[in-house]
């Protein structure tokens, strides 16, 4: 699977974003995917996460009910959408696939895209 990222930008406290990864193989609709994020001098850690069938979900705390994360097997994509940015959410963010049975063995990884908040 490549997966490539697009949708981030620089933006205002407060504003939204959605971020978009498409997948450009055939088994996309068989891996469960998440979003990650890593800041500049921070380790990367997760943001999001769906099942392959999208019957599971999960977010970090610190998206305190600002972030939703979904996808289309039939367009092969998933998006994460974002609301009331905080400074604090700049980063760059990356989507990345694990198999059903090894879900947090992220095997792909897309080249990330900068998100970047202003106060």
């Known amino acids: 699977e490549q997966l490539v990222e697009s949708g981030g930008g620089s933006v205002h406290a407060g504003d939204s974003l959605r971020l978009s990864c498409a997948a450009s193989?055939?088994?996309?609709?068989?891996?469960?995917m998440a979003w990650f994020r890593q800041a500049p001098g921070k380790e990367r850690e997760s943001v999001a996460r769906?099942?392959?069938?999208?019957?599971?979900?999960t977010y970090a705390d610190f998206t305190k009910g600002r972030f939703t994360i979904s996808r289309d097997n039939d367009k092969r994509t998933v998006s994460l959408e974002m609301h009331s940015l905080e400074p604090e959410d700049t980063a760059v963010y990356f989507c990345?696939?694990?198999?059903?049975?090894?879900?947090?063995?992220?095997?792909?990884w897309g080249q990330g895209t900068q998100v970047t908040v202003s106060s």
């Open positions: 769906i099942a392959w069938n999208g019957a599971t979900i």
């Open positions: 990345a696939a694990s198999p059903p049975l090894s879900p947090d063995e992220f095997v792909y």
């Open positions: 193989g055939r088994t996309f609709n068989f891996f469960n």
